[in-house]
């Protein structure tokens, strides 16, 4: 079985490879760097965060869920 995405781990490699930091990013959606860190290590994430996050970075992280739920289906 292949390996499940982590979600926060996804947004952390897209922040790294624009080298772009958690701190900016909270900036950018109006919250404290801090409470994002903690969003981001876990594995889960609201719908309407990850569609800001996504946003914001120009990044479609729906994406890589749909095709890794298609191979689960």
């Known amino acids: 079985m292949e390996k499940k995405l982590h979600v926060g781990n996804e947004i952390k490699k897209e922040l790294f490879a624009q080298d772009l930091s958690i701190a900016w990013l909270a900036r950018k959606l109006g919250c404290d760097a801090s409470n994002l860190n903690k969003k981001l290590k876990s594995s889960k994430i609201k719908l309407d965060l990850l569609r800001k996050i996504s946003a914001i970075l120009g990044k479609n992280f ?3 869920f749909s095709d890794q ?3 689960d289906i």
Do not use: M, T
């Open 62 to 64: 729906y994406e890589r």
């Open 69 to 71: 739920l298609s191979n």
